[in-house]
């Protein structure tokens, strides 16, 4: 009698894969007023008036800023969402999204 030393296979648990993640991106412009953006991230993306504000300063320092981090669906319905609003209030605001790496 052969003496055969297998290990069993131990069950493979699939883990359902994460959906890939967007960033939205606040791009700066030299006409829409500071408090207008402060307003519209507070009212948008729900962060604080001192995170607002922060944010805010670093889009018009360095020209763009991450606004926040979603799936890509709500990150693209809020960065439309929010480039609307400013738009009807004839600002030339724009928030886009990229992915996340």
Same mark, same amino acid.
């Given at each position: 009698?052969?003496?055969?030393?297998t290990k069993?296979?131990?069950?493979?648990?699939?883990?359902?894969?994460r959906?890939?993640?967007?960033?939205?991106?606040?791009?700066n412009?030299?006409?829409?007023?500071?408090?207008?953006v402060?307003?519209?991230? !507070? =009212?948008?993306?729900?962060?604080?008036? &001192? #995170?607002?504000?922060?944010?805010?300063l670093?889009?018009h *320092?360095?020209?763009?800023?991450v606004?926040?981090?979603?799936?890509?669906?709500i990150?693209?319905? !809020? =960065?439309?969402?929010?480039t609307?609003? &400013? #738009?009807?209030?004839?600002?030339p605001?724009?928030f886009? *999204?990229?992915?996340?790496?």
């Open positions: 009698m052969a003496d055969t030393n069993r296979r131990t069950d493979t648990v699939l883990k359902p894969a959906p890939p993640l967007h960033k939205v991106i606040l791009l412009d030299d006409y829409t007023p500071r408090e207008f402060v307003r519209l991230l !507070k =009212a948008e993306f729900r962060v604080p008036e &001192a #995170q607002a504000g922060i944010i805010m670093t889009a *320092t360095k020209g763009a800023c606004v926040a981090v979603f799936t890509r669906e990150a693209e319905e !809020k =960065a439309t969402r929010a609307d609003f &400013a #738009q009807q209030h004839g600002y605001l724009l886009t *999204t990229e992915p996340e790496e």
